[in-house]
């Protein structure tokens, strides 16, 4: 039987493709979204993969979207955390709202869905949980504190994480996206893509959102089964760690 994903944030950018791209290898896929019904009725229309909404920052929540998800899917093996969300301000002007939105969304969020999903992981003794960080969970962003700290503490817990899973069957892995061609990356000025983003990209361009995905299935397969608590940096070479 084929085995179930679930990916947060899974209807829109990196998030849909990681979907279809599981999809396309024979999984059962689930995709969460918190709150843009409308993109994902489309989604659902377009592809066939069913959407779920909740809010990754609230456990209880989370706890109820993964009963609904297995309910009707069976239990989740792989899971992606992908939901992200940002609140950019200067460390002067960030407020205690921004920063706890991203942090609950970008981090917690990420304790919430593991949670939920550890306990059959390990009884079944197999679980791939594949977290998608960030650059700037590496290097640090002007602007990001929140969104920074949020990203790298996702390598910590990964790093964790995977200690305890490994001898259950059950790897933990991150994945950090350099500058990746969405929806997000349209509202940046022309003249500041061509003058500042792309310079500092070795390859000269923006990552697709499809290459993100394809680093996906290839560690939520078997033959990826020797790796864990690694970060898997895609970013075109414009951050080396």
């Known amino acids: 039987m084929a085995r179930v994903a679930l990916v947060t944030g899974g209807s829109r950018g990196i998030g849909a493709a990681i979907s279809k791209a599981l999809m396309a290898e024979g999984y059962r896929v689930a995709a969460s979204y918190a709150g843009n019904d409308a993109a994902a009725q489309a989604f659902t229309e377009g592809t066939g993969i069913k959407t779920f909404k909740w809010n990754v920052g609230d456990y209880e929540a989370c706890k109820a979207g993964v009963a609904q998800v ?10 992606v955390n992908n939901a992200g969300i940002t609140r950019d301000a200067p460390f002067h002007r960030m407020t205690p709202q921004q920063w706890h939105e991203v942090i609950d969304t970008n981090l917690t969020g990420l304790f919430n869905m593991t949670h939920n999903v550890w306990n059959g992981m390990r009884d079944r003794k197999f679980g791939r949980v594949i977290s998608i960080s960030s650059i700037n969970g590496q290097k640090g962003q002007f602007a990001q504190a929140n969104y920074a ?24 892995n991150v994945i950090a996206p350099g ?9 940046i000025k022309p003249e500041v893509m061509k003058d500042v983003i792309l310079p500092a990209i070795p390859v000269g361009r923006l990552g697709e959102p499809e290459e993100i995905a394809r680093c996906v ?17 895609a970013n075109g070479g414009q951050y080396m760690a």
């Open 70 to 79: 297995e309910a009707e899917l069976g239990p989740v093996e792989v899971l």
């Open 149 to 172: 700290a949020a990203k790298a503490g996702d390598i910590g817990f990964t790093k964790a994480l995977a200690q305890e899973g490994a001898r259950a069957g059950i790897t933990v």
């Open 217 to 233: 299935v290839f560690l939520a397969s078997d033959a990826a089964g020797f790796i864990t608590g690694a970060t898997l940096s």
């Open 179 to 187: 500058y990746i061609n969405t929806e997000m990356m349209a509202g």
